[in-house]
């Protein structure tokens, strides 16, 4: 059976960092949420194991940590019988690291980054997954990247469906 997006039954993402966030050892943090349906079922909040010589770097690396989850979930839902016939989006406020991802040329700027996370210019390639843009204030995976003030909190706790309306 094939869910579509009118049905309400899409996979979608948000991925996010922090930058050099940590003072201990200035490593970012990454974090990302994919909902389905009515309400987030998948999170995840770690330390990057390596240090982000920039912002874009940070996001990528999350960005890049995002696509495998979101690769992952959609051959589960695949096993459960709900394959994804759409795109699946991963929303990231970051617009270099999106088109970093895209861009097939290599860049001096861009050349201390990993080769391995360059594959995240091929999973688009076939349009299972992509990077797309969300404003800053529309990220809802800042809940877990950042120290937020209470009220930006529970604003994206409510829209992550975590309390009741």
């Known amino acids: 059976m094939k869910f ?3 049905q309400d039954f ?3 993402g948000y991925s ?3 930058w050099a966030r940590s003072l201990d050892d ?3 943090s990454s974090g990302y949420c994919f909902s389905f349906g009515s309400g987030m079922f998948s999170w995840c909040s770690k330390k990057q194991e390596i240090v982000a010589q920039s912002t874009a770097k940070a996001e990528f690396i999350a960005a890049t940590t995002a696509i495998n989850q979101a690769l992952w979930l959609r051959k ?3 096993d459960l019988h709900l394959e994804q016939d759409t795109t699946t989006e991963v929303m990231v406020d970051n617009q270099a690291a999106i088109a970093i991802s895209k861009n097939p040329i290599f860049h001096g700027k861009t050349k201390h980054f990993s080769i391995k996370l360059f594959f995240l210019r091929d999973v688009q390639k076939d349009d299972a997954v992509c990077l797309k843009y969300c404003k800053t204030e529309d990220q809802l995976s800042d809940i877990f990247t950042k120290a937020l003030p209470k009220s930006k909190f529970e604003l994206l706790r409510e829209k ?3 309390v009741k309306h």
Do not use: H, I, R, Y
Request: aromatic share 0%.
């Open 4 to 6: 579509n997006q009118s």
């Open 10 to 12: 899409k996979l979608q």
């Open 16 to 18: 996010d960092s922090d």
């Open 26 to 28: 200035m490593k970012s």
């Open 76 to 78: 589960m839902l695949t």
């Open 160 to 162: 992550l469906g975590l």
